[in-house]
């Protein structure tokens, strides 16, 4: 598999020194990246040393190269997955054509949108994270973040060299957009709702990385089934960087859970607040609120905008290839959620428009799988609870259930009952000052913070009270 030129000011395996005009027009733009980044990335902690990994190759085992860097100084670039010799598009009008190594003049315009909408969500989230570092739980933790960060800024990197390199002067403006948005900002916000939203502590940010970032993946998979082999070889090896970020929120997540769990027995209590932990029941209220925006992620469950994206070969299902029908879809019908009256029910519906709804499933399902682990957890500890996904039409602002009120378990509410309800199913302003009063900083190295277990094992080999992050 191809290396990674770390001689050139972009490192890159695109051969990007033959395209004079590119590189220039990159290089013009990466002062600007680095602007956004000594701006906007983690607040306080530029010039320190951070034990970081750099991609070195794009194979599976291409993250080989550990070492200590300057955030600012992390080797960013372009990394594209190795071609596939004689891949031809899988699905949609253009099913079993040589896929296109150029934009198709026809879907310009809707293919910039999707990119530049997957674009917006990396810088976001680095924005809504900026603030974590000075309140972390352990060292461990604090360089964690901070990987997810630099791979979020190479996500962007991704994107924009999409844009510049194939969208002319339209993707060279989309990609200083890219850098003049900003996360909750009322005039110019981010483009998607999950990605302005506070991320106020470390506990939103470990159920975000389970719970948004796991939405990421399932729309990076989709992209990477794409007729624009540029974009299915971009989205690939986007995707390997991604499973860390799931790994950091659900092992994040199953570490609370523990620690909670440890306190309970000990104390034989479940009120572990003046324990100096995060009781079950809080979780759960946390899981409803960041489960049920990530869900809006996905788009309403019958979309004209899913159904052109597919049938014009651009955005596939989550492994397309491995789904046993005609990849067309045109006469197909899927089970999608609706309401009717006072209650919800699923009808058949057409396959095409309801792709949204399908990707949400198996979204959905994959969700589930990391809840269950958690619920194992309690349940070694000999504990009665569990953890639930609320009901898809819960807390919804996107979509069929936008403007109905439904409870965790799916019954649809009066306006009444939901607010009586609503202080059991999501965080309360008690709820934020007890946590944010748990976001005491805990920088010796080994040491965690009360609220959260210490991981089973370091990073790369090295021991849990390795020094990730060294002393300014």
Known sequence: MAGIDYLERIPNNVDLASNRRLQRALEEWQPRFLDWWRDMGPEGFQTRDVYLRTAISVDAKGWAQFGYVKMPDYRWGIFLAEPEAGRTVPFGDHKGQAVWQEVPGEYRGTLRR????????????????????????????????????????????????????????????????LLQRRSGDRDKPRILGAFNERTPH????????????????????????????????????????????????????????????????QHRTDDVRKHGAIDLATMQRYLNFHYSVSLDLFGSEVSTNAANFYTMSLKGRFEET???????????????????????????????????????????????????RWNKIIRDHGIEFQLRLPHRAFHRAIGAFSEVRVSPDGRVLSQAEWDAGKPAWLPTEEDEAFVQSLMTPVTEPGKFASWIAAPSRGINGQPVDFDYVRPA
Request: glycine share 6%; with cysteine.
């Open 322 to 372: 491995k789904k046993d029908d005609d990849h067309q879809l045109k006469n197909a019908t899927y089970r999608v959620a609706t309401l009717r009256g006072d209650r919800i029910a699923d009808s058949d519906e057409p396959a095409l428009p309801s792709l949204n709804e399908r990707l949400r499933d198996d979204y959905i399902a994959d969700c589930q799988r990391g809840v269950d």
């Open 202 to 265: 470390w506990l939103s940010y470990l159920m975000f990385t389970f719970f948004t970032d796991r939405d990421g993946k399932y729309q990076l998979a989709s992209l990477a089934e794409s007729g624009f082999d540029p974009l299915s070889r971009t989205c690939r090896f986007m995707l390997t960087e991604e499973a860390h970020h799931l790994f950091i929120g659900e092992t994040g997540v199953s570490r609370v859970v523990q620690r909670t769990c440890e306190l309970m027995r």
């Open 114 to 177: 999707l990119i530049v909408t997957q674009g917006d969500t990396e810088p976001a989230s680095v924005e809504q994270q900026r603030h974590l570092g000075r309140t972390c739980p352990s060292v461990y933790d604090l360089r964690n973040i901070f990987q997810v960060n630099v791979e979020e800024g190479r996500h962007l990197w991704a994107m924009v060299y999409l844009l510049q390199a194939y969208f002319g002067r339209d993707g060279r403006e989309e990609a200083e957009a």
